[in-house]
């Protein structure tokens, strides 16, 4: 465990220092293929690093952070698009839009305490007065959720110790529910340290994708918003605009969505790679074909019907969420399992437990001092 929480601060001693090159040096090269050029070599570390962890916790959200959303922000960086533009005032704030799942509120709304008013809205207000409305954000509705779903996660990771006696749609429900809740806390404190040291109003990164009517509304709307919004402008919006004068505006939509859920689902490859360090099968990937597939045609559907006709959300929400679940079980589960990932991720909970013991200060843990 010492092992791998010094290869873990490694890894992002080295990707901090390489955040210090691009917010220094290649925010001066002019944006376009000089400035692609000189972050390739980024590119390059970014991909190898997590190499260096075996946890599939500690690997599994380096991975996702630095090879996915790290490297997909660089690259629109280097055209001057995406969340890296315009550049961040301060070093630390570049380093936490690149390398953490967070967007920052462009014009975040005013938050005061309840039964107050705004500081602009006195009792007596004149026009001599000129006041400095000032933002004040509270907190304590979310940790509480955040502790929540954290023993929600708990509980789920505890039922699994029972799954032989468990109904294998009851296994179903509880791998669905770990896989969000999972996500949802690591994209949580990922985006603590922004919210704790620059008190940044942070776009959502899920919203509720179990109320989801639809896949449009489960894909574009409520899962991990975050990766949505790099892979738009990272591939929807490039292979849309260039194929619309080839294929027509309809054929290039439709291509746009097949290309993004593909890419999405080769990024899923490339996470499972670095999990289980066993040659991809593809079954994630054609997971998201799926999807793709489904979901372009859940929009053509709509726009024939012209919301003419619309199922009820009773029927709608849950008929999403049973496809998704199944298609995952068929599809998106299966090389996790295959490969031991959750039996892993078990033996790592009671590794990280026991290295927490035993490091706590003895007075703590109530003992005595030999």
Request: proline content about 6%; charged content about 15%.
């Given at each position: 465990m010492e092992d791998e929480i010094y290869n873990f601060i490694k890894v992002w001693i080295l990707t901090n220092i390489s955040m210090c090159y691009c917010f220094y040096?290649?925010?001066?090269?002019?944006?376009?293929?000089?400035?692609?050029?000189?972050?390739?070599?980024?590119?390059?570390?970014?991909?190898?690093?997590?190499?260096n962890l075996h946890s599939s916790h500690l690997c599994g959200i380096t991975t996702f952070f630095l090879v996915w959303l790290g490297n997909f922000k660089l690259l629109l960086f280097s055209v001057d698009l995406g969340p890296l533009s315009p550049t961040p005032r301060t070093l630390f704030q570049f380093i936490s839009v690149a390398c953490l799942p967070i967007k920052i509120k462009q014009n975040p709304p005013q938050k005061y305490p309840p039964n107050t008013n705004p500081p602009h809205q006195t009792q007596n207000p004149t026009k001599s007065e000129n006041p400095v409305v000032q933002t004040v954000t509270y907190v304590p509705k979310k940790s509480l959720m955040l502790a929540i779903k954290a023993l929600?996660?708990?509980?789920?990771?505890?039922?699994?110790?029972?799954?032989?006696?468990?109904?294998?749609?009851?296994?179903?429900?509880?791998?669905?529910?770990?896989?969000?809740?999972?996500?949802?806390?690591?994209?949580?404190?990922?985006?603590?340290?922004?919210?704790?040291?620059?008190?940044?109003?942070?776009?959502?990164?899920?919203?509720?994708?179990?109320?989801?009517?639809?896949?449009?509304?489960?894909?574009?709307?409520?899962?991990?918003?975050?990766?949505?919004?790099?892979?738009?402008?990272?591939?929807?919006?490039p292979v849309r605009r260039i194929s619309t004068p080839i294929l027509g505006p309809?054929?290039?939509?439709?291509?746009?969505?097949?290309?993004?859920?593909?890419?999405?689902?080769?990024?899923?490859?490339?996470?499972?790679?670095?999990?289980?360090?066993?040659?991809?099968?593809?079954?994630?990937?054609?997971?998201?074909?799926?999807?793709?597939?489904?979901?372009?045609?859940?929009?053509?559907?709509?726009?024939?019907?012209?919301?003419?006709?619309?199922?009820?959300?009773?029927?709608?929400?849950?008929?999403?969420?049973?496809?998704?679940?199944?298609?995952?079980?068929?599809?998106?589960?299966?090389?996790?399992?295959?490969?031991?990932?959750?039996?892993?991720?078990?033996?790592?909970?009671?590794i990280m437990l026991h290295f927490v013991k035993s490091h706590l200060p003895l007075h703590i843990m109530g003992g005595k001092a030999s």
């Open positions: 040096i290649a925010t001066r090269i002019p944006k376009g293929i000089t400035r692609f050029i000189s972050l390739i070599p980024i590119f390059y570390l970014f991909i190898i690093l997590p190499l929600l996660f708990a509980l789920v990771f505890r039922s699994f110790a029972y799954k032989q006696h468990l109904h294998p749609y009851v296994i179903l429900a509880l791998h669905c529910c770990h896989m969000f809740l999972a996500l949802e806390i690591v994209l949580a404190l990922g985006a603590t340290p922004a919210r704790a040291f620059f008190g940044f109003e942070l776009e959502p990164q899920f919203n509720k994708p179990y109320l989801s009517t639809s896949l449009q509304d489960f894909w574009s709307r409520r899962w991990n918003i975050m990766v949505t919004m790099i892979l738009r402008p990272v591939i929807y919006y309809r054929c290039a939509r439709n291509l746009a969505v097949m290309s993004t859920f593909t890419v999405s689902g080769l990024m899923h490859e490339v996470i499972y790679y670095y999990l289980t360090r066993v040659p991809p099968t593809w079954e994630v990937t054609w997971f998201f074909v799926l999807h793709g597939m489904s979901m372009a045609i859940e929009v053509e559907v709509k726009k024939a019907v012209n919301d003419r006709w619309r199922l009820h959300h009773l029927v709608s929400g849950p008929s999403t969420l049973v496809f998704l679940a199944v298609t995952a079980n068929w599809l998106f589960f299966p090389q996790l399992l295959r490969n031991d990932v959750y039996v892993k991720a078990a033996s790592e909970y009671a």
